[in-house]
């Protein structure tokens, strides 16, 4: 057993700490992560999802709750994140709970996005077949005629999702492959700090 960290916050200082610093030294998106699910079977899916908040809440990005992530975040209500910030040599990973954003935190970071983007969230069956570009095309033209004057309301299965941490590692690229991590672990009475094997 090792040290116990009893507040997050110290967890999530250290998160946006490297995360400032990636944003200074990665060429695109330091706010990308690789977004884990499982589906009812146990099969697992992951794909590529921009951070749009973290605090001691959580880890926030925001979604069609129609399309296969969706619903599997709805469904089992647990989900995994990795960052990876090469430029740095540094990764940090994440378990957790999920749940869902509240209709103002979803409405306020919907408002705050580029309009077509907003047209787009209408367009767009996420994750569903197309019959070809012009499908989309066609959807969103629909509305942004619609929609044309005025403000775009966001779409009912539009929201976001926050992931609680249970479990966060630390990864620092050493030399030889010796790198250094440090998991932390949510318990009863704390956060449960250990150092693994590379």
């Not at 967890?11 to 060429?27: G, T």
């Not at 619903?71 to 940090?92: D, I, M, N, Y």
């Not at 767009?124 to 077949?129: E, H, L, T, V, W």
Request: glycine content about 6%; aromatic content about 12%.
């Amino acid at each position: 057993m090792g040290d116990i960290v009893t507040e997050l916050s110290e967890l999530i200082e250290e998160f946006n700490k490297w995360l400032s610093e990636a944003e200074k030294s990665e060429p695109n998106d330091a706010t990308a992560m690789s977004l884990a699910t499982v589906n009812e079977q146990g099969e697992p899916s992951v794909r590529m999802v921009l951070l749009k908040d973290v605090d001691e809440d959580g880890f926030v990005f925001y979604t069609n709750f129609e399309s296969q992530k969706g619903q599997e975040l709805l469904t089992t209500k647990k989900a995994a994140l990795c960052f990876h910030w090469k430029s740095l040599r540094r990764s940090v990973r994440i378990n957790g709970d999920v749940e869902v954003v509240s209709d103002d935190d979803a409405d306020t970071y919907f408002d705050s996005r580029a309009r077509d983007s907003r047209i787009g969230a209408w367009a767009s069956q996420q994750s569903r077949a197309m019959e070809g570009r012009f499908s989309l095309e066609a959807a969103v033209a629909k509305y942004a005629t619609k929609y044309a004057v005025g403000k775009i309301p966001r779409p009912p299965y539009w929201s976001g999702f926050r992931i609680k941490p249970t479990l966060m590692e630390f990864w620092q690229d050493k030399p030889f492959r010796l790198h250094e991590r440090r998991q932390y672990q949510l318990t009863e009475d704390g956060w449960n700090k250990s150092i693994l094997y590379p």
